[in-house]
């Protein structure tokens, strides 16, 4: 029929279509690449169950957890007085989860210096919501010398007891917090009474097109490692993980 034209492919054609194929495959696997690494960087390196633990204090988690939370809230008015309104959220957020498993594992002095550090916390959160950075600046200000305070505490203070096995089951899918208060993982089961470890999954994460999970890794860790939050049938249950190298 006349007017209809036949296309022919050439050589070149093709091969600019597969150098577009081949680009294409090499550019979603640096991407894929880069979203793992981050996440894996992302991930504390733990000391593994049945390994030698260092020498600490008396209480070397709650130590932990008190200095952790005395950074993140420290960040978080740093970012209040630079105006970074949205950083300073964040932080208060991870805060007050950190306040929250602190709160849960002290008593006596310590645990009044919790309370005092909570409290102001909270309020803190409120009045940035509210628009009222100023506020929640002097009540950061507030949170800070009571973590001072908590802070001596921890030096005579004595290790928070374990959870019972008859209560495990309740901290499966507990969200792991590092010492910043930050979301690292997840916990997968409380398992062996005779000597209790728990299984992890750090780094978890969403990776290409929001479907395909990349990086994050198990791991096991002994029970005493973990300062455990309080247990609840609504809203989020939270566990941090005292011990953190980086690297």
């Given amino acids: 029929m006349s007017g209809i034209k036949t296309v022919t492919a050439t050589p070149a054609k093709i091969g600019v279509v597969i150098t577009m194929w081949?680009?294409?495959?090499?550019?979603?696997?640096?991407?894929?690449?880069?979203?793992?690494?981050?996440?894996?960087?992302?991930?504390?390196?733990?000391?593994?169950?049945?390994s030698t633990a260092p020498a600490s204090t008396a209480a070397p988690g709650l130590a932990a957890l008190t200095t952790g939370l005395q950074q993140t809230a420290a960040s978080a008015l740093a970012?209040?007085?630079?105006?970074?309104?949205?950083?300073?959220s964040h932080a208060l957020d991870a805060a007050y989860r950190l306040a929250q498993v602190g709160q849960e594992n002290t008593s006596g002095p310590l645990?009044?210096?919790?309370?005092?550090?909570?409290?102001?916390?909270?309020?803190?959160?409120?009045?940035?919501?509210n628009g009222n950075p100023?506020?929640?600046?002097?009540?950061?200000?507030?949170?800070?010398?009571?973590l001072d305070q908590a802070s001596s505490a921890t030096q005579t203070a004595?290790?928070?007891?374990?959870?019972?096995?008859?209560?495990?089951?309740?901290y499966q899918g507990a969200q792991l917090l590092g010492p910043d208060g930050q979301v690292i993982g997840a916990v997968e089961a409380i398992e062996n009474p005779a000597d209790p470890t728990v299984h992890l999954h750090l780094g978890k994460g969403t990776g290409v097109f929001g479907f395909i999970t990349l990086g994050g890794r198990n791991t096991t860790v002994p029970l005493d490692q973990i300062l455990w939050g309080r247990r609840q049938i609504l809203g989020n249950v939270y566990a941090v993980l005292t011990t953190r190298t980086d690297g």
Wanted: glycine fraction near 8%.
């Fill in 79 to 88: 970012n209040l007085r630079s105006g970074h309104r949205s950083d300073a």
């Fill in 22 to 50: 081949v680009l294409g495959l090499v550019l979603l696997a640096l991407f894929a690449w880069a979203t793992q690494w981050r996440t894996t960087a992302s991930v504390p390196t733990v000391q593994s169950a049945g």
């Fill in 158 to 170: 004595t290790s928070p007891e374990a959870p019972p096995q008859q209560v495990w089951g309740q």
């Fill in 111 to 129: 645990k009044t210096a919790y309370v005092a550090t909570v409290n102001a916390i909270e309020t803190a959160r409120e009045n940035l919501w």
């Fill in 134 to 146: 100023d506020a929640a600046g002097t009540q950061l200000t507030t949170a800070g010398q009571a």
